[in-house]
């Protein structure tokens, strides 16, 4: 059993569900303090974090992940129990298996070897480890992240270990992510008896041609990297549940995926706003609207993407694709310190599911994979 598998192992076993670390992050820093890592731990709330750095010279690399996973779902519907990381016909299975544990393993692993051949290699390797990536993400990377920007400290060079891959470990890794602009929408009328319509005005009714038109906008033609914007509603609520009222309000949830604005094409946040709030206000609604907000970042391709495309292919004879697709991830908050981020790790098929795993024949790979990057980036 190799050593990245072993402590996947470890970390598996380890019931983290978000927010809770349940010992993982004592247990990577036992392995990085005797590396010469300075250690930070960074408790916000009920969140623990840490950051840690090894040399203080540039270039920076850091590694970055979430030792929080999402919960089981119904025990009895697992093949073995998610906390008791079972190998079975070439399969690791567990809880976080995939998202992202085997990931943080071969974060050590592959950084223990580089500095048992290269201890006085150039610039400085990092790690931003936080439990509340898969909850409300508010005390995690993004306070890490405006902590170390308030002292100027800045990256060079970030990889995430999400799961990026598709068919194949190595097919296709994150180079960026959409942004995700959600509305709240709350539109006014006049409740009342639905056989005196002279008496009532019916929001859904009122509505409803605003909605058409906003389906029916192209709100761009996308980009180099990102296709083209989307805008879509998830949920509609209006009505008393009886059959001959009209409801005296209707509210709706949507939400965009957006193509963010490069060399002029793609959007932003508040062009799509301004936008909504034009085609409401032609139909002479009377509404209120609430917004959230995720921002999209990208990386073009540059020394990182160059770096770990050439890695990927020497150890798993993949050639990568880049890819934009997906949801968010840490690396838009990442993204405010360092130019270039990019995320990679296993295969993506079983995240979140029932049985989740990774490959055993695919953890080693990994390893070598941040290895090799670290080499390409930090050795002169």
Not at 6 to 31: H, V, Y
Not at 59 to 64: E, G, H, M, S
Request: net charge negative; with cysteine; aromatic share 8%.
């Amino acid at each position: 059993m190799s050593k990245t598998l072993e402590l996947a192992i470890d970390l598996l076993k380890r019931q983290s569900n978000t927010p809770l670390d349940a010992g993982c992050q004592d247990l990577m820093i036992s392995r990085l303090e005797p590396l010469g890592f300075k250690i930070e731990r960074m408790r916000f709330g009920d969140v623990d974090n840490f950051y840690a750095r090894r040399g203080t010279n540039g270039p920076l690399l850091v590694f970055a992940g979430h030792t929080d996973v999402v919960p089981t779902g119904p025990l009895d519907k697992w093949h073995t129990p998610p906390f008791e990381p079972t190998i079975k016909d070439g399969m690791l299975y567990a809880r976080g298996a995939a998202d992202m544990k085997t990931s943080l393993a071969a974060f050590i692993t592959s950084i223990e070897e580089f500095v048992a051949d290269h201890p006085d290699h150039t610039g400085s390797i990092g790690l931003l480890i936080t439990s509340d990536e898969e909850g409300v993400a508010v005390d995690g990377t993004v306070k890490v992240v405006e902590a170390l920007k308030a002292r100027s400290e800045y990256f060079d060079y970030c990889i995430v270990g999400e799961p990026t891959s598709n068919k194949v470990v190595g097919d296709m890794i994150k180079n960026g992510r959409r942004g995700s602009l959600s509305g709240k929408l709350t539109v006014k009328g006049v409740q009342g008896h639905i056989a005196y319509p002279h008496l009532v005005k019916n929001p859904i009714h009122m509505v409803a041609p605003a909605i058409k038109d906003m389906v029916d906008t192209t709100w761009d033609n996308g980009n180099e990297y990102f296709p083209p914007t989307s805008w879509q509603i998830s949920n509609m609520n209006g009505g008393t549940g009886a059959t001959n009222v009209v409801p005296g309000e209707v509210e709706i949830l949507f939400n965009f995926r957006f193509c963010p604005e490069l060399d002029g094409a793609g959007s932003t946040e508040q062009n799509l706003k301004s936008r909504v709030l034009a085609i409401l206000d032609k139909h002479n609604l009377a509404y209120t609207l609430a917004w959230e907000y995720s921002p999209p970042y990208i990386t073009p391709r540059g020394n990182l993407v160059e770096a770990i495309s050439s890695a990927i292919v020497q150890a798993y004879g993949v050639t990568p694709e880049l890819s934009t697709t997906g949801g968010t991830s840490d690396g838009r908050f990442i993204a405010d310190i360092c130019k270039q981020v990019i995320e990679f790790g296993p295969l993506n098929a079983t995240i979140h599911k029932l049985n989740e795993c990774v490959g055993v024949a695919d953890i080693e790979p990994l390893k070598e994979t941040y290895k090799l990057t670290l080499e390409k980036l930090l050795i002169s």
